[in-house]
């Protein structure tokens, strides 16, 4: 079955960068979303189709695309982005669903 | 404002069956997929399958085929997700959300809006 990798766990301090990655074979071909999920809490939605923002989403959440890894970054990252954050993606031929592990964003 | 209210708390058996209500307001129901995805605790995401508001038709995920049927009823503007034969593995928080695109322009299967998400506890 299809499988999405990310790394477990990313820290960084106070306004600096996070870059969270997402690796896939099937992600040259289909789109990558991305979702921040806090304690508790349902899922939102931060970035779709690679790189594109929802609206209310802070600009500085971004999303990019190189090959089979999917990038979303952080910049000037605050405390209230600390959360967990899942990629999700769709198989190479379009039948389902795939979320990664998730990524724990530790904010130092 | 837009927003998905998922029915309360389920407690059932192994061997049982559980049907999750998701009612939708804001939109217009029938023009949007309704995705339905759970969380098992402290795991990953995982999607179940869809429901295409308007048709009627469903696409579920391998893992669940044969155990999950996805409904709706329009005049209810609800989505409906039963899962049987139920086991302890199944213990898990179970959402429902709203495909971002609406259907008009093809399924985006990004998930915009999500219910508040619906406990399934299994235990003998």
């Known amino acids: 079955s299809y499988e999405l990798t990310q790394p477990p766990s990313v820290s960084v301090s106070p306004g600096q960068t996070a870059r969270i990655t997402c690796s896939g074979d099937a992600l040259p071909k289909q789109y990558a979303y991305w979702y921040q999920q806090k304690p508790g809490q349902a899922p939102v939605l931060v970035i779709y189709k690679d790189s594109e923002r929802p609206s209310g989403i802070p600009e500085r959440f971004s999303g990019s695309s190189s090959g089979t890894t999917v990038t979303l970054t952080i910049s000037g990252v605050q405390a209230e982005d600390e959360a967990d954050y899942y990629c999700q993606s769709t198989d190479t031929i379009g039948t389902y669903e795939v979320f990664g592990g998730g990524t724990k964003l530790t904010i130092l | 404002q837009v927003q998905l209210v998922q029915s309360g708390a389920e407690v059932k058996k192994p061997g049982a069956s559980v049907k999750v209500s998701c009612k939708a307001s804001g939109y217009t129901f029938s023009t949007y997929a309704m995705h339905w995805v759970r969380q098992a605790p402290g795991q990953r995401l995982e999607w179940m399958g869809w429901?295409?508001?308007?048709?009627?038709?469903?696409k579920y995920s391998q893992k669940f085929q044969g155990r999950v049927t996805i409904t709706r009823d329009t005049s209810a503007s609800t989505a409906y997700m039963e899962l049987s034969s139920l086991r302890s593995e199944d213990t898990a928080v179970y959402y429902c959300?709203?495909?971002?695109?609406?259907?008009?322009?093809?399924?985006?299967?990004?998930?915009?809006?999500w219910g508040q998400g619906t406990m399934v506890t299994v235990s003998s």
């Open positions: 429901i295409n508001a308007g048709n009627g038709n469903t």
């Open positions: 959300a709203r495909d971002y695109e609406p259907l008009r322009l093809g399924l985006s299967n990004a998930l915009d809006i």
